[in-house]
C-alpha cells in the first residue's frame, strides 16, 4: 500500500461508490424489513400460512418460511442474519440452523438482474436466467441435501427450542429493526471496502488472464462477476453467484457460529451450490437460448459513474446507518451507566 497506493486510493473511491449506490438500496430495506416481520410477530402468520411447504418439502418449523423468502429475495447476508437471530431466540435448533445454512445464502433479483444482467451483460433476460440459476440450484440443496450428514452433527446448545418470544409492540420493532439493519450494513459495507482493497492489489501478484478472474470471482462477488463478464459466459457467472466470494462468508462468520455450523462445511455447501448453478444455468440456455450482446455494446449503455452523483435511496440509507449507529452506541452507554 505504502509503494502504490494510488491504487488503495482508487479502490477506497471505487468500493464507496459501489456502497452508495448498489449495496445500500439493495440490501438496507430488506434488512430492516426482515428483521421487523421477525420481531413484530408478522412472521408467525407468514409462517402458518406457509407451514404444508415449510414442514413437508423443506422439513423445517413453520417460521423459517420467512426467513428462507427473505434469502432468496433479499441478498446474500439476510438469510443467514435471520436465521441466526431465530436460534438466538430459542425459535429453532442449531440442527435446524446448520440445515439453513446450506440454502440461504444466495444473490438477491436487485444485484443479479439490475447489476449483472441489464448492468454488465446488456441483457435482462440474462440477468433472469442468472437468477433462475442460482435460486432452482438453492432450493434443490434445500430439498434434497438438509439430511446428509445428519446423523453425524452433535448437538449444541441451542439444540432444544426454547417457547417463542412475545411479539414486541409495533415502534419498538420498528425502532430495533432499523437498528438492526444499519449495524449489518455497516458491517457489510467494511468488509466490501477491505476486500476491494485487496481486490485492487491482485495484478501485482496474479498473472494470466484467466488466474485473474479466478482470483476476483473467489475473493469477492462484485469484482469478479464484473471480471467474468467480460469472458461472456452466463454458466461461469452463475457459480461465482453461488460460490458469493469470501467477502460474503466474512459477513457471515458471527451469523455462522451462531448457528453451530463449521467453516469447511459451509465452503462444502457454497462449492455444491456454485456446481449446481452452473449446470442449471447451462441446461436454461438451452431451453431458452440467450444471445449477449459484445462487451463495448452492454458498457455503451452504461451512465458514466460521477463521485459526487445523488442518489436518494443512498442518502436515505446512510442517514438511517447513522441514526442507527447512535442509538447503539446510546444503548450502550446507559448500560454501562455512561453519559453520552
Known amino acids: 500500500m505504502l509503494a502504490r497506493p494510488n491504487l488503495a486510493v482508487v479502490a477506497m473511491r471505487e468500493g464507496l461508490l459501489l456502497c452508495a449506490n ?26 402458518r400460512a406457509l407451514a404444508p411447504l415449510t414442514r413437508r418439502v423443506f422439513r423445517l418449523p413453520n417460521i423459517c418460511a420467512p426467513v428462507i423468502l427473505m434469502a432468496l429475495v433479499g441478498g446474500y447476508p439476510v ?26 445464502v444466495s444473490a438477491g433479483p436487485a444485484f443479479v438482474v439490475m447489476g449483472i444482467g441489464a448492468g454488465l451483460l446488456g441483457s435482462n ?12 440450484s438453492a432450493l434443490f440443496l434445500g430439498l434434497f441435501v438438509p439430511c446428509v450428514g445428519a446423523r453425524h452433527e452433535v448437538p449444541c446448545g441451542y439444540d432444544v427450542p426454547l417457547p417463542p418470544p412475545q411479539p414486541l409492540l409495533l415502534s419498538r420493532a420498528f425502532t430495533q429493526s432499523a437498528e438492526s439493519a444499519a449495524r449489518q450494513m455497516l458491517h457489510i459495507c467494511v468488509w466490501t471496502l477491505l476486500f476491494g ?12 488472464e484467466n488466474a485473474l478472474h479466478a482470483a476476483r470471482a473467489v475473493l469477492e462477488v462484485t469484482a ?23 467477502c460474503v462468508h466474512a459477513q457471515v462468520l458471527e451469523p455462522l457460529r451462531d448457528c453451530g455450523q463449521t467453516l469447511p462445511r459451509f465452503w462444502g455447501g457454497r462449492l455444491a451450490h456454485a456446481t449446481l448453478a452452473a449446470i442449471v444455468c447451462q441446461g436454461l440456455l438451452w431451453i431458452f437460448p440467450t444471445p449477449l450482446p459484445d462487451l463495448l455494446t452492454a458498457v455503451s449503455v452504461l451512465p458514466a ?26 444503548g450502550v452507554r446507559s448500560t454501562n451507566n455512561c453519559p453520552l
Open 22 to 47: 448498489r449495496l445500500i438500496p439493495a440490501l438496507l430495506p430488506f434488512l430492516a424489513l426482515a428483521t421487523f416481520v421477525l420481531r413484530s410477530g408478522a412472521a408467525d402468520s407468514l409462517g
Open 79 to 104: 438469510g443467514l442474519n435471520l436465521t441466526a437471530q431465530l436460534v438466538r431466540g430459542g425459535q429453532i435448533t442449531r440442527a435446524d440452523a446448520r440445515r439453513m445454512s446450506r440454502f440461504c
Open 125 to 136: 433476460r440474462a440477468g433472469w436466467i442468472l437468477f433462475a440459476a442460482v435460486t432452482v
Open 197 to 208: 482493497l485487496v481486490s485492487a492489489y491482485l495484478p501485482l501478484f496474479v498473472h494470466g
Open 224 to 246: 469478479g462477476t464484473a471480471s467474468l463478464a467480460a469472458l461472456r459466459s452466463l454458466p461461469l457467472l452463475a457459480a461465482a453467484l453461488a460460490w458469493g466470494g469470501l
Open 305 to 330: 459513474a460521477k463521485l459526487w452523483q445523488f442518489s436518494a435511496p443512498a442518502a436515505v440509507g446512510l442517514a438511517a446507518m447513522g441514526v442507527g449507529l447512535l442509538m447503539d452506541i446510546r
